[in-house]
């Protein structure tokens, strides 16, 4: 089986890549291993973290850079998503707050997702989800902003979702299905 390096520290990250990466020998990334996000879009630090993560451990990596865009908020969080506040819980609520009083909720998830070998980026892809902040969080599911996350098409936010639901409407699982022609490939060498 093939060796594959998933390039986040972040548990429902790899919750959500290791339900759909069936088929490999999926590694975490190694410990004590910091990439500082520097990048100026989702891409550049997608490319930092594949890159970084496949050169140190010498096997092919996954990584992604994503973020929820508020579109009454001009897109924030966006790039700084993760580092909004302390924890999901401080986050979610710094949200709400921003949000409130405005009736335009509209908002969506982007993931730029990166596949590099130690030698060379191998693909780029995207996802998106559109959606609406909700006035308060609803399910347990996920992680993040899928709480206040409303997804209009199934009436639900993606905290009530279980992560196969998730996967066929999310950003990410979006990114994974653009991924899965190069992963077969690679899985066949
Ligand atoms: P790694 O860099 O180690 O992958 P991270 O959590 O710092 O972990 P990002 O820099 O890509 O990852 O930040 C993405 C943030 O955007 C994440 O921490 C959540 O707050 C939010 N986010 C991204 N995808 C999400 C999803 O599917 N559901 C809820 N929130 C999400």
Known sequence: MSTLILATG??????????FLTGWDILPKPEGL?????GATFLENARLKALTVAQATGHWA??????????ALDGQPGLYSARWGQSDQER???LLL??????????????SMVLASPQEILVEVEGICDGKILLA???TGGFGYDPVFYYPPLGLTLAELTIAQKQQVSH???ALRRLLPTLQTLATL
């Open 10 to 19: 972040n548990p429902g990250k790899v919750r959500e890549l290791r339900e």
């Open 34 to 38: 910091e990439i500082e996000e520097t």
């Open 62 to 71: 996954v990584g992604d850079d994503s973020g929820l865009e508020v579109f």
């Open 92 to 94: 979610l609520q710094k």
């Open 98 to 111: 921003a949000l409130t009083d405005t009736q335009d909720r509209r908002a969506r998830f982007i993931t």
């Open 137 to 139: 969080p609803r399910g």
């Open 172 to 174: 990410r699982g979006q």
